[in-house]
């Protein structure tokens, strides 16, 4: 099936259940976006901050670009004036360095925090711990141009459905419970990002409202030297 094939039926397949379909397209050129974009896709997610900012020249500027990779402080002003939601914030450390670029582009950048909920050590990402006490930090409430609209997670990279049911199931339960404790007045806390090409059946089934694909709309990504 062509890019435009899999975003046709995968949107309708997420649009029916009020998922949001984010379209992975970390080292694809930008004809491949471009051939998403004309089936109708709107929303891309990418990991490298340089590619993102490259792609976002060349591509139609009603995209909205979400970041999903781990994000240097260093590097948050360089998507600051565009970026639609950063899903990857990990540490008060990038939420106030994202504040203060916000500020800078007289906006509020939406954020989801990152949770951790891996059984693997190479996952970035909050534990459930580190994230309650970011949310009930006096550093986080003095930021203004920051808003969290939820949470993000990736599971194990694993064949035990069993495990990514469990994984995902307990990033549900912790979110229904943040949002109680934290944003209990707040509607816009209304994101739970989970699921990837492998395993976003499994996430829907336990409750994300977005999931992000990559191989399965733009096919496999084999190394550039092949
Ligand atoms: C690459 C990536 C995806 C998409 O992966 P696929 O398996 O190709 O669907 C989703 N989320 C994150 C954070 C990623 O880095």
Redo the contacts with the bound molecule.
């Keep these: 099936m062509s890019i435009a094939d899999n975003i046709k039926s995968l949107k309708k397949e997420t649009e029916a259940i009020k998922v949001k379909l ?1 379209a ?1 397209s ?1 080292i694809k050129p930008a004809a491949d976006l471009q051939e998403a974009y004309d089936a109708g896709q709107r929303l891309f ?1 990418e ?1 490298m901050v340089q590619e993102m900012v490259e792609k976002q020249t060349q591509l139609p500027q009603d995209i909205e670009w979400h970041l ?2 781990h994000l240097q402080t260093n590097k948050v002003k360089y998507i600051a004036p565009f970026v639609s939601l950063i ?2 914030v990990d540490s008060i450390k990038l939420l106030q360095e994202i504040d203060k670029q916000a500020l800078k582009n007289k906006r509020v950048i939406d954020c989801l925090l990152q949770i951790y909920i891996a059984d693997e050590e190479t996952k970035y990402g909050l534990g459930f711990d580190e994230a309650i006490e970011l949310l009930r930090s006096e550093e986080f409430a003095a930021l203004k141009n920051i808003r969290i609209r939820g949470l ?1 997670g ?1 599971a194990t990279n694993t064949d035990s459905e069993k495990q990514i049911k469990e994984e995902y199931y307990e990033l549900k339960t912790f979110f229904d419970g943040i949002k109680v404790s934290f944003f209990r007045k707040e509607d816009s806390f209304d994101t739970l990002s989970m ?4 395993d ?1 059946k499994i996430a829907i089934e336990q409750g994300s409202n977005m999931v ?7 096919g ?2 084999a190394k550039k030297t092949v």
């Design positions: 984010i992975v970390k997610g990991n999903i990779g899903q990857s993000m990736i699921g990837m090409s492998s976003y992000r694909l990559g191989s399965t709309i733009f496999s990504r």
